[in-house]
């Protein structure tokens, strides 16, 4: 099994430049979460898809910020235009839904993005 | 509302045992997880407990869950330097497996 696999791993990019984090969910797994970590904040639910529909995306902390889901095997998240606060690590997780047997969230590496 | 809170900082001498502690709020919570970030690296699943269970052991790690106090703890036994890292509580909210995680507990392991 591969995992949740991110891409980019690092990225370094201007402040004002469109960013584009990526996201391949565990086959089979119908749920997907983008969450952001920073020293200030920790670890923030932005939003998440159930069968590629969001359900929430309360935590997203701007307009600048946008997700899709156009399949169960890929995600985006974009922040355009990007800013220096929005240097974080992004993480993406999926999972199967559902209340049965702990349904496992398992977590990709990481996209390390600085914006300066 | 949700909240999970730990304390940040644990340092804990090589071989003895390490205990981190959680609080949650949301007693509606149906699992309670633990999860390792080692530096520059992503999260990974240590173990986690269903909220109708007082205590869960896997090698090495001993959960126990007091949902009365709505509170979580992770005990390591036998320490060793490669448990060094940060471990966060998780709370799981509803259906659809969201987490509210906590801070983070950064553990120090010295010889």
């Known amino acids: 099994d591969a995992g949740v696999i991110q891409s980019p791993r690092h990225e370094v990019t201007e402040m004002g430049q469109e960013v584009t984090l990526r996201c391949k969910p565990i086959s089979g797994h119908n749920s997907l979460f983008w969450y952001r970590q920073t020293m200030m904040r920790g670890l923030e639910l932005l939003i998440y898809f159930n069968n590629n529909v969001p359900i929430d995306d309360s935590g997203m902390p701007e307009d600048r910020f946008s997700a899709k889901m156009p399949n169960a095997s890929f995600s985006t998240l974009k922040i355009q235009p990007s800013e220096p606060r929005d240097s974080a690590v992004y993480f993406c997780a999926s999972s199967t839904s559902g209340t049965a047997s702990g349904n496992t969230i398992y977590f990709g590496e990481g996209s390390w993005l600085t914006v300066v | 509302g949700e909240d999970v809170e730990q304390s940040l900082f644990l340092s804990v001498r090589e071989g003895d045992s390490s205990v981190i502690n959680c609080t949650y709020t949301d007693s509606s919570s149906t699992y309670l997880y633990w999860y390792k970030q080692e530096p520059g690296a992503g999260l990974q699943l240590l173990t986690y407990?269903?909220?109708?269970?007082d205590m869960k052991q896997d090698q090495r790690l001993t959960v126990l869950l007091n949902k009365k106090d709505k509170h979580l703890s992770l005990r390591i036994a036998d320490t060793q330097t490669g448990d060094s890292a940060i471990y966060f509580c998780?709370?799981?909210?509803?259906?659809?497996?969201?987490?509210?995680f906590g801070a983070g507990t950064r553990l120090a392991v010295h010889p």
């Open positions: 407990i269903f909220s109708n269970m």
């Open positions: 998780a709370e799981r909210i509803g259906g659809y497996n969201k987490l509210i």
